[in-house]
């Protein structure tokens, strides 16, 4: 009788993760109001709603001026088009993120340059970085991925030098803190999601945190279709209806009601899994880096080593899943994307752009070691769960690397059918 519960055995959790996003009667009062109200859209710009999220989400993050919008691309999408960033510009993109973070400049004409990423904390590595600039470079954009910040310090000092803007996409790191400064609020721009899966949710939704008030009134204008926002200026610009509805912005008040208490729970949950998960062998924990003065958790990251389970990431998290713990393999590295294959994406690949924009000839090891192999990201509803969410989380960890023939089995079933 097999003990892995991918191959029939028992399984380490039957009850369920908690779900998200959760609500009360205060989410079905204040989305009562704006219904009563009758001003249920974004129009005019910014309703009451979105005023006061923009300013308790600022307060929250520990500053910036924040025009909330639809979704967390539009907001780096906008951050380029504040900046005038488009045609021809080049924007360096770490390689392990989701999709969006190349996306959005790419929306605004610029071209994405995809940079490795740091094996101690998946983040983008400011030495690739640094390689990359050129001198058609215009801006960065960092992605905080999952519980971990990049190296803002090394970031910003490269951005001095180089003139560049930076964008921190902060759609993991709602209220982290690197230095006891706010994730968001370090570069020019912060870029938060609220989409529903996210730890501050809204169902749909995203923030630009923007470090003048000149920025942001010029985020506010692209967002609102052009419309003039300086009193002195008469003339539509190029913009967009990219405005957040007062329906998701009264539930993003409520939301920031509930987030302290959330995060401390996770925070609390996390670094007990940190104590047990540095007894399972084969698990090798990001770095902890000081400089991270309060960690968020969305997503929390480890590598495996795939010897010691007999299996590659995507066979740990199914067989995981089945043991009842939410857990999945993470972004593949962005250069294996579809879409930015140059023909695909319709880059132009001709003698203008060097080999570095070819996609299929790009190597980024470490990303490609991560998001091929060894990345294992367990989902935040686990952090929910108390002690005992925790310790069947590790169990089931534990239980697979002892049973490391089956594990071998579960690959090699896999391998035989793809999408397993
Ligand atoms: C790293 C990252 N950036 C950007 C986004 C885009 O956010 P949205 O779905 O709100 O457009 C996401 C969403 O999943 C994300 O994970």
Redesign the pocket.
């Known amino acids: 009788m097999p003990n892995l519960a991918a191959l029939g055995g028992e399984p380490v959790r039957r009850e369920p993760y908690p779900e998200w996003p959760v609500f009360d009667q205060r989410d079905i009062d204040a989305v009562t109001q704006v219904i009563q109200s009758g001003r249920w859209g974004g129009f005019p710009y910014p309703g009451p709603n979105t005023l006061k999220l923009a300013s308790a989400f600022a307060e929250m993050q520990g500053g910036g001026y924040a025009v909330p919008m ?7 999408e906008v951050a380029m088009r504040a900046s005038n960033i488009g045609w021809g510009d080049e924007v360096i993109v770490p390689a392990l ?2 999709q ?2 190349a996306a ?1 400049p790419m929306a605004a004409g610029a071209i994405p340059v995809i940079a490795d990423v740091d094996p101690q904390n998946y983040c983008i590595d400011p030495l690739v970085v640094e390689k990359a600039v050129t001198p058609r470079t215009r801006a960065i954009i960092v ?1 905080h ?1 999952g519980s971990q910040m990049a190296d803002m310090d090394a970031i910003m000092e490269i951005a001095e030098r180089f003139h560049l803007v930076v964008v921190e ?1 902060c ?2 790191a709602h209220g982290a803190q690197w230095r006891n400064r706010g994730a968001g609020t370090i570069g020019d721009f912060g ?1 938060f ?3 529903s ?2 730890i501050l949710t809204t169902g ?3 923030i630009l945190l923007c470090r003048t008030p000149e920025l942001a009134e010029k985020a506010a204008s692209i967002i609102d279709c052009g419309r003039p926002k300086d009193s002195a200026e008469k003339q539509f610009t190029m913009g967009a209806n990219y405005r957040l509805p007062e329906i998701q912005a009264a539930l993003g008040l409520v939301a920031l009601e509930r987030f302290p208490d959330q995060m401390k729970q996770r925070a609390e949950n996390v670094q007990y899994l940190e104590e047990s998960l540095s007894e399972v062998p084969g698990i090798r924990l990001l770095r902890r880096d000081e400089r991270l003065t309060r960690r968020s958790h ?1 997503l929390y990251g480890f590598a495996i080593d795939n010897e010691v389970f007999g299996a590659e990431h995507q066979a740990v998290c199914f067989a995981l899943e089945k043991e009842g713990i939410p857990a999945e393999e993470g972004y593949p590295p962005m250069h294996h994307y579809d879409l930015f294959q140059p023909l695909l994406s319709k880059l132009p690949v001709s003698s203008a752009f060097p080999e570095r924009f070819d996609f299929k000839k790009m190597s980024l090891p470490v990303a490609e070691r991560a998001g091929e192999f060894e990345s294992v990201w367990l989902s935040e509803c686990i952090f929910r769960a108390g002690r005992k969410g925790i310790e069947d989380a590790v169990n089931a960890l534990s239980k697979l690397q002892k049973n490391r023939d089956e594990m071998v089995q579960i690959e090699e079933k896999r391998k035989q059918m793809p999408g397993v």
């Open positions: 639809m979704n967390g691309t539009v907001t780096m993120t989701f969006a973070t959005a992605v991925l996409d759609a993991h870029s999601s609220l989409q899966s996210k749909e939704g995203g969305y």
